[in-house]
Nanobody
Framework: QVQLVESGGGLVQPGGSLRLSCAAS????????IGWFRQAPGKEREGVLC????????YYVDSVKGRFTISRDNVKNTVSLQMNILKPEETAVYYC????????????????WGQGTQVTVSS
């Protein structure tokens, strides 16, 4: 079964950190661009950042620069999202998605999606 699976979400206090993982099952992530998106309650889903097949990254939300880092491990077939100094407004369901071209924050260009993982930032 070809799928993406996110993990690592949970409840964290403001200022805390979480590391999300996106694992591929049934296919190899090598050659695929992976984007992380999030959807907060009552809001549309938005692109957060992306890593290309060659390892280049692109940020789509200015406020996460310096706090969020994306990385990939093609041997483990995973992409990670390290999130530091989390804020309450970043409470959302976080999704990873794959496309076979370069980075984009347009979700319609992504072919494969995970089911999402909930991140809740609250004291």
């Amino acid at each position: 079964q070809v799928q993406l699976v996110e993990s690592g979400g949970g409840l964290v206090q403001p200022g805390g950190s979480l590391r999300l993982s996106c694992a591929a099952s049934g296919f190899t992530l090598d050659g695929w661009t992976i984007g992380w998106f999030r959807q907060a309650p009552g809001k549309e889903r938005e692109g957060v950042l992306c890593i290309s097949s060659r390892g280049g990254s692109a940020y789509y939300v200015d406020s996460v620069k310096g706090r969020f880092t994306i990385s990939r491990d093609n041997v483990k077939n995973t992409v990670s999202l390290q999130m530091n100094i989390l804020k309450p407004e970043e409470t959302a369901v976080y999704y990873c998605a794959a496309r076979y071209r370069g980075c984009s924050d347009y979700e319609g260009l992504y072919l494969k999606w995970g089911q999402g993982t909930q991140v809740t930032v609250s004291s």
